[in-house]
């Protein structure tokens, strides 16, 4: 079976001409098993947005900002990056969080956001008339994944997981010496060895996920998402890898146990509404064997058993299939592992199954990566490969696809143009220069980061080690943050931003007060520049810290 270069096996998706009827249906309504209807299948899936104050908290106003650029795009549906269930269990630092206590104004923050992606104006419908888009909040807990220091713990305070079970020490079978040092010593600082939940934390954590829930219901939200994809906690629950556990949460029997207590306990809390939307994001890569990439072998009756026995609760609307972790983090590449063709046969599989069973509301299946193209979208949806098209990096690059798509459908797009071919991807290596987007300073700077990448990059080159996967997948991940936060701002995608430059301008960045959407001149610019140099600092010690060791190993 071959691979075209969006990640799609090539006998399974035609991507040649696919128009007319077959491309409308990209625009066709669809009901969801709770009621609701989704009024196209073009859904905004969640991506980080790295915007919140460090150490986490509410929305703020360029989180408003973001969200109103693709509100106007008219998508089906818009997933909003991942929401803490628990403060001290954060991703990157600048993490949304779901508050302890619902009040009033804690949740007032979240309404604000909810209301801007589904009117397109934080005032809601007084101001902007009828609902667009239905909007759904991704309720997260990273695990064993949050990284120390930023991750809302005390420095080298363990995280909660299944089981003490740490990321990335195994070396991979291709690694050098040093390069599985480097590796080692990299998630050795970043990642602490986890405390393994009891099952009073457990109980805890069941209850975070409701709140948040009740929050997305609340704060007016469609529904929510569970993030159980990316090797985040309820993943590492499901996965044979992580948990380790020999009591009722033990894999491969109850597998799924920690997930279910989780759904029955929303959909069973007297503040949700029956029509509340329920998603989850299942993880396809939890499914291959990651050990010998070459001889990837999947257990594809696992994972249709898990998605039958999920679907046979009847409580779920939808699922959206995704792959990779922190520690094989192909969802955060450029690069296209071959594994991924396994998520779109895995996709198919389970739309089939769920098509010869006997339930009468099915979950729809909400496939994700590689669709970059109008001809390729038309044909996972006429192929049956999935009912909802889920877009990531693309809404960045193309914030209005929606419209984009029903001009190209209405015959308005020249040939060889997008989205009848993919949009370039951003180069970090050898960024393209954009004279009109930037000033005489701001070229002189990028110049002098790409220099620095070329030197830097030359001189690692000299030593036999190679560094993280890691690392590569977090220089992408922060050049689609810089994108988003200049989408907030009302700028265009800048292609020559390179790598150092994305990665500086990540952390290196001013958080709006989320108190009563004030700007940071509210909170002064003295706080907002101590908070953005703390966090710098913080990282730039432990980084320093991990590349001259890694250098003298």
């Given at each position: 079976?071959?691979?075209?270069?969006?990640?799609?096996?090539?006998?399974?998706?035609?991507?040649?001409?696919?128009?007319?009827?077959?491309?409308?249906?990209?625009?066709?309504?669809?009901?969801?098993?709770?009621?609701?209807?989704?009024?196209?299948?073009?859904?905004?899936?969640?991506?980080?947005?790295?915007?919140?104050?460090?150490?986490?908290?509410?929305?703020?106003?360029?989180?408003?900002?973001?969200?109103?650029?693709?509100?106007?795009?008219?998508?089906?549906?818009?997933?909003?990056?991942?929401?803490?269930?628990?403060?001290?269990?954060?991703?990157?630092?600048?993490?949304?969080?779901?508050?302890?206590?619902?009040?009033?104004?804690?949740?007032?923050?979240?309404?604000?956001?909810?209301?801007?992606?589904?009117?397109?104006?934080?005032?809601?419908?007084?101001?902007?008339?009828?609902?667009?888009?239905?909007?759904?909040?991704?309720?997260?807990?990273?695990?064993?994944?949050?990284?120390?220091?930023?991750?809302?713990?005390?420095?080298?305070?363990?995280?909660?997981?299944?089981?003490?079970?740490?990321?990335?020490?195994?070396?991979?079978?291709?690694?050098?010496?040093?390069?599985?040092?480097?590796?080692?010593?990299?998630?050795?600082?970043?990642?602490?060895?986890?405390r393994p939940m009891s099952l009073s934390d457990i109980e805890d954590v069941v209850a975070n996920f409701v709140r948040g829930a009740e929050l997305a219901a609340a704060s007016g939200f469609d529904g929510v998402q569970l993030h159980a994809a990316h090797g985040y906690l309820i993943a590492q629950f499901m996965s044979s890898k992580t948990n380790k556990r020999e009591d009722k949460y033990s894999v491969p029997e109850n597998a799924l146990r920690f997930l279910r207590e989780i759904v029955f306990a929303i959909r069973e809390h007297n503040k949700i509404p029956r029509d509340f939307i329920l998603g989850i994001k299942l993880n396809a890569a939890d499914y291959v064997d990651r050990r010998n990439a070459d001889h990837?072998?999947?257990?594809?009756?696992?994972?249709?058993?898990?998605?039958?026995?999920?679907?046979?609760?009847?409580?779920?609307?939808?699922?959206?299939?995704?792959?990779?972790?922190?520690?094989?983090?192909?969802?955060?590449?450029?690069?296209?592992?071959?594994?991924?063709?396994?998520?779109?046969?895995?996709?198919?599989?389970?739309?089939?199954?769920?098509?010869?069973?006997?339930?009468?509301?099915?979950?729809?299946?909400?496939?994700?990566?590689?669709?970059?193209?109008?001809?390729?979208?038309?044909?996972?949806?006429?192929?049956?490969?999935?009912?909802?098209?889920?877009?990531?990096?693309?809404?960045?690059?193309?914030?209005?696809?929606?419209?984009?798509?029903?001009?190209?459908?209405?015959?308005?797009?020249?040939?060889?143009?997008?989205?009848?071919?993919?949009?370039?991807?951003?180069?970090?290596?050898?960024?393209?220069?954009?004279?009109?987007?930037?000033?005489?300073?701001?070229?002189?700077?990028?110049?002098?980061?790409?220099?620095?990448?070329?030197?830097?990059?030359?001189?690692?080159?000299?030593?036999?080690?190679?560094?993280?996967?890691?690392?590569?997948?977090?220089?992408?991940?922060?050049?689609?943050?810089?994108?988003?936060?200049?989408?907030?701002?009302?700028?265009?995608?800048?292609?020559?931003?390179?790598?150092?430059?994305?990665?500086?301008?990540?952390?290196?960045?001013?958080?709006?007060?989320?108190?009563?959407?004030?700007?940071?001149?509210?909170?002064?610019?003295?706080?907002?520049?101590?908070?953005?140099?703390?966090?710098?600092?913080?990282?730039?010690?432990?980084?320093?810290?991990?590349?001259?060791?890694?250098?003298?190993?």
């Amino acid at each position: 079976m071959t691979q075209n270069t969006n990640g799609s096996s090539s006998h399974d998706i035609d991507s040649e001409g696919l128009f007319g009827e077959d491309a409308s249906t990209i625009f066709s309504s669809l009901q969801l098993s709770c009621g609701r209807t989704i009024p196209n299948r073009l859904v905004k899936v969640a991506m980080y947005e790295h915007m919140a104050a460090l150490f986490g908290g509410p929305p703020n106003d360029a989180h408003l900002q973001l969200y109103a650029r693709w509100a106007a795009g008219a998508w089906g549906m818009v997933c909003t990056g991942n929401v803490q269930v628990c403060g001290d269990h954060l991703s990157l630092g600048r993490d949304m969080v779901v508050p302890t206590h619902l009040t009033p104004e804690t949740v007032e923050p979240f309404a604000r956001l909810a209301r801007t992606i589904q009117y397109g104006s934080a005032e809601g419908e007084e101001i902007a008339g009828e609902k667009k888009t239905l909007a759904v909040m991704q309720l997260s807990h990273t695990g064993r994944q949050s990284t120390n220091v930023i991750g809302g713990r005390w420095p080298f305070v363990p995280p909660m997981a299944p089981s003490a079970v740490p990321v990335g020490r195994k070396p991979s079978e291709k690694e050098g010496a040093g390069s599985a040092g480097l590796s080692r010593l990299v998630h050795t600082v970043f990642f602490q060895t986890p405390r393994p939940m009891s099952l009073s934390d457990i109980e805890d954590v069941v209850a975070n996920f409701v709140r948040g829930a009740e929050l997305a219901a609340a704060s007016g939200f469609d529904g929510v998402q569970l993030h159980a994809a990316h090797g985040y906690l309820i993943a590492q629950f499901m996965s044979s890898k992580t948990n380790k556990r020999e009591d009722k949460y033990s894999v491969p029997e109850n597998a799924l146990r920690f997930l279910r207590e989780i759904v029955f306990a929303i959909r069973e809390h007297n503040k949700i509404p029956r029509d509340f939307i329920l998603g989850i994001k299942l993880n396809a890569a939890d499914y291959v064997d990651r050990r010998n990439a070459d001889h990837s072998t999947s257990q594809p009756n696992e994972a249709l058993e898990h998605v039958r026995e999920i679907a046979e609760w009847g409580m779920l609307d939808f699922i959206e299939v995704s792959g990779g972790d922190y520690e094989d983090p192909d969802f955060m590449m450029k690069t296209l592992s071959p594994r991924q063709a396994f998520f779109t046969t895995f996709a198919h599989e389970v739309k089939q199954m769920l098509a010869a069973s006997p339930f009468s509301k099915p979950p729809l299946i909400l496939l994700t990566g590689g669709l970059r193209t109008l001809p390729l979208m038309s044909s996972v949806l006429k192929h049956g490969h999935a009912d909802l098209l889920g877009i990531g990096r693309l809404s960045v690059l193309c914030p209005d696809l929606p419209r984009t798509l029903e001009a190209a459908i209405a015959g308005t797009t020249e040939p060889g143009k997008f989205p009848l071919e993919p949009l370039p991807e951003p180069d970090l290596g050898s960024p393209v220069a954009l004279p009109s987007h930037r000033s005489i300073l701001h070229h002189a700077l990028a110049a002098l980061f790409n220099l620095l990448a070329s030197v830097l990059t030359r001189c690692w080159a000299l030593f036999p080690i190679q560094l993280p996967k890691l690392v590569g997948a977090g220089t992408i991940m922060a050049w689609y943050m810089v994108m988003m936060r200049r989408m907030a701002v009302r700028k265009e995608v800048d292609y020559s931003v390179g790598g150092i430059e994305a990665v500086l301008s990540m952390w290196l960045w001013f958080a709006p007060d989320s108190r009563s959407g004030a700007r940071r001149g509210r909170r002064g610019f003295v706080g907002g520049v101590l908070e953005s140099w703390w966090a710098m600092g913080a990282v730039g010690v432990i980084l320093g810290f991990v590349l001259g060791i890694g250098l003298a190993i």
